[in-house]
């Protein structure tokens, strides 16, 4: 039986903007406040899942979130009718009018952690929606995950959901921008790799100094037990708290892993040489040949990842074997990052080939390529029970290129998000969305 893996894509919301909210996101911080184009990070968006669809790659779309979230601003009591909501936390607190209008749902590599058929005990492919409890803005959007991939993904027998875990800084998960899978072919058992950034209960790990370590390692050990993992089939790592510091925020920032390579940064993890050495003789116990790829700091600085996105890319295989890489237009303008990858595309490796794409309406918001897509691998089987609805075809682009055009603003500022009217434009646009990608009622205004 073939397998795949396929990409989800995050669709980029109505409300994009630049708010600032992420603490410890370089990028994030550096453009607060500066003017968004919803309408253009919406079409880069598609443009890069239309591209690896004609590419031959499987590729799929996941639902953006209603904004703002007006019963999130009531729940810390703002009072009257949607339009007074908005005004009166426009007035009286617009910090928290931002966060309720956050568009940050387009980082898909944070809605859940996915753990594939063939490395679970009952057979089906988990699901686990991350709680992303470390920043207000990310925390309210779980519910909502949770319904639009029970939607995605609605079919029992092949597929099981997890509720988030609890939302206590303890059990702080992230989502697959700090998991992934090593395997020889997707079909096949694996071993899945979390990786967290500090210990909730066990003192004896390090932790980062001045930027937060989101990431708990008893959240990832949660998630392995929810999943029905097997001890000999998952390894655990630990992220450099020095690096945490330097704003790579997430794993995926500084390292990416597909089929049985990963491509890492030397200043990536504690304890590195162990934590490939258990990689490797794990996977060879499912018959993989783990590979690793380290860019070495003298090449390509911490600052240098954080500021091109190098390792927030897409590492996709091709039929001859050969891996492509998919990195954002801020690599090509980083010359030292550029001409790493020249080297290394030249060297007759594994990674043969390197795609460049304009992202930067996502990228001056703090998230790449890998940022973008939430990986899971499927059989045949388990793909034709997948809502058809949400597979990227070539109708389907141009059906969400028209929505875009027809529902989106090219300009945001904080000024236009205490704008009633933008909370009724989303809406509409979310309730034809729906339609389109035959999601059902999964939004509150359409539940309520």
């Not at 453009?31 to 079409?43: I, Y």
């Not at 443009?47 to 779309?61: E, P, T």
């Not at 597929?159 to 609890?166: R, V």
């Not at 993890?269 to 996977?283: G, P, R, V």
Request: glycine share 8%.
């Amino acid at each position: 039986m073939k397998s795949y893996e396929v990409n989800f894509d995050g669709l980029v919301g109505p409300t994009h903007n630049y708010g600032g909210l992420s603490y410890g996101n370089v990028a994030s911080q550096s453009n607060s406040q500066q003017s968004s184009n919803p309408k253009e990070a919406a079409l880069q968006g598609l443009a890069k899942m239309k591209a690896l669809m004609d590419m031959g790659f499987q590729q799929g779309v996941l639902a953006p979130q209603e904004r703002p979230d007006v019963a999130a601003l009531r729940r810390l009591g703002f009072a009257g009718s949607d339009a007074q909501v908005i005004q009166r936390a426009a007035k009286e607190a617009m910090p928290l009018l931002v966060a309720s209008c956050s568009a940050s749902s387009m980082w898909v590599a944070n809605a859940a952690t996915v753990s594939p058929s063939a490395d679970t005990a009952d057979g089906r492919v988990h699901f686990t929606a991350a709680n992303l409890n470390c920043k207000y803005h990310r925390s309210i959007e779980h519910p909502t995950t949770s319904r639009v991939l029970g939607a995605m993904f609605a079919n029992q027998q092949h597929f099981a959901h997890h509720a988030a875990l609890p939302a206590v800084a303890q059990f702080g998960d992230e989502g697959a921008a700090n998991h992934t899978r090593f395997c020889r072919a997707y079909g096949e058992a694996g071993v899945e790799f979390f990786v967290f950034g500090r210990s909730a209960f066990d003192n004896r790990y390090p932790a980062p100094q001045k930027y937060p370590a989101r990431q708990t390692l008893e959240a990832s050990q949660a998630v392995a037990r929810l999943h029905g993992l097997r001890e000999e089939g998952v390894v655990y790592a630990q992220q450099n708290p020095s690096v945490i510091d330097q704003g790579v925020f997430h794993n995926d920032v500084i390292a990416v892993g597909n089929g049985e390579v990963l491509f890492y940064h030397e200043d990536a993890f504690l304890e590195t040489d162990n934590m490939l050495a258990e990689l490797s003789s794990k996977l060879a116990k499912v018959g993989g040949k783990f590979q690793s790829v380290c860019v070495p700091r003298s090449a390509v600085t911490v600052d240098d990842a954080v500021r091109s996105y190098l390792f927030n890319s897409q590492l996709l295989s091709r039929p001859d074997g050969s891996m492509l890489l998919i990195v954002p237009e801020e690599c090509r303008s980083n010359e030292r990052v550029w001409q790493y990858l020249q080297g290394l595309t030249g060297a007759g490796g594994v990674i043969r080939e390197v795609k460049v794409f304009d992202l930067k309406q996502s990228m001056q918001n703090g998230g790449g390529p890998a940022c973008l897509r939430l990986r899971v691998a499927l059989n045949e089987t388990e793909l034709a029970a997948v809502n058809p609805g949400v597979i990227m075809t070539a109708p389907l682009y141009d059906s969400l290129t028209q929505w875009v055009e027809n529902h989106y603003r090219d300009r945001m500022t904080e000024n236009d998000l205490a704008d009633p009217q933008l909370l009724l434009e989303c809406r509409s646009a979310l309730d034809e969305l729906t339609q389109i990608l035959k999601l059902g009622s999964v939004y509150p205004f359409q539940i309520n």
